[in-house]
């Protein structure tokens, strides 16, 4: 059942929207560009690529807005070295919040020993360094008997928040089509019915409109992951929801601005 909140402002819109600035095709020029938008609009980080986070934590340098670098992405299976290793090098320079993915062949072969461990090694740096850890299941991927004993070992394990999806989990349809779901009203219901309540959630994969950020944040979501930050808060300010309003949108923003790549 849909829980009700009560109408966020538009701050708080941007505030939840981590900026994903993760296509593989862009060049650092459109890196520093969606960059200025993170800062320009609030949000709560710019989500970047690993050798993206110096220029990050320089573009974003007191906006308040923080980097948050992925791990193992998009499909989570690196070594667990080389999580630890790319967890230890983002957050040493400068990366406040970790979105890692879990090694999906260990989950669905059962190793939940193996994943367990690799989680808790990637959350120790974290909780090292003070950043926050976000642990992507890439929900497309599995049944729901995955997903809810992801929930139990993030919440074992004292993660911060548990995340859908890359937007890069494409699977083979019967057709031959290869299809990404990403982020879905039942997986987010199931994955807070089963998280413990310090543990927090995040939704990702196909998130282009308000109404969509609404939804998920009426299931739970306190956390969203989105290329389309500005369609999404130019929407909102049109429909008028309540100020306050980021400064940089200087009383709007352009919603042809929010189309962006496929994927995230």
């Given at each position: 059942m849909t829980q009700h909140h009560p109408l966020p402002s538009v701050c708080d819109v941007a505030r939840m929207i981590d900026h994903a600035l993760l296509h593989p095709a862009f060049t650092d020029a459109q890196?520093?560009?969606?960059?200025?938008?993170?800062?320009?609009?609030?949000?709560?980080?710019?989500?970047?690529?690993?050798?993206?986070?110096?220029?990050?934590?320089?573009?974003?340098?007191?906006?308040?807005?923080?980097?948050?670098?992925?791990?193992?992405?998009p499909h989570g299976n690196s070594h667990t070295s080389m999580k630890v290793t790319e967890a230890d090098r983002a957050t040493g320079e400068g990366a406040s919040e970790i979105d890692v993915v879990v090694n999906v062949g260990k989950v669905l072969g059962g190793d939940w020993d193996y994943v367990r461990?690799?989680?808790?090694?990637?959350?120790?740096i974290c909780l090292a360094r003070r950043a926050i850890l976000k642990v992507i299941f890439e929900n497309d991927f599995l049944q729901e008997s995955h997903i809810v004993r992801l929930c139990e070992l993030c919440t074992e394990?004292?993660?911060?928040?548990?995340?859908?999806?890359?937007?890069?989990?494409?699977?083979?349809?019967?057709?031959?089509?290869?299809?990404?779901?990403?982020?879905?009203?039942?997986?987010?219901?199931?994955?807070?019915?089963?998280?413990?309540?310090?543990?927090r959630l995040k939704a990702a994969g196909g998130i282009r409109s308000l109404?969509?950020?609404?939804?998920?944040?009426?299931?739970?979501?306190?956390?969203?992951?989105?290329?389309?930050?500005?369609?999404?808060?130019?929407e909102a300010v049109r429909r008028g929801l309540p100020g306050p309003v980021p400064a940089g949108l200087g009383g709007g923003a352009s919603a042809a601005?929010?189309?962006?790549p496929a994927g995230y």
């Open positions: 890196v520093l560009e969606g960059l200025a938008v993170a800062r320009r609009c609030e949000c709560a980080t710019a989500c970047v690529k690993p050798y993206s986070v110096p220029m990050a934590v320089l573009a974003l340098l007191g906006s308040g807005v923080g980097v948050c670098s992925v791990v193992g992405f461990d690799e989680l808790r090694e990637v959350n120790a394990l004292g993660v911060a928040f548990v995340k859908t999806s890359t937007g890069y989990g494409f699977v083979r349809q019967p057709d031959g089509s290869f299809l990404s779901r990403g982020a879905t009203e039942e997986h987010i219901q199931l994955m807070r019915r089963h998280s413990g309540p310090k543990v109404d969509d950020l609404l939804r998920f944040r009426g299931l739970g979501a306190t956390r969203i992951g989105t290329s389309a930050t500005e369609a999404i808060l130019a601005a929010g189309a962006a």
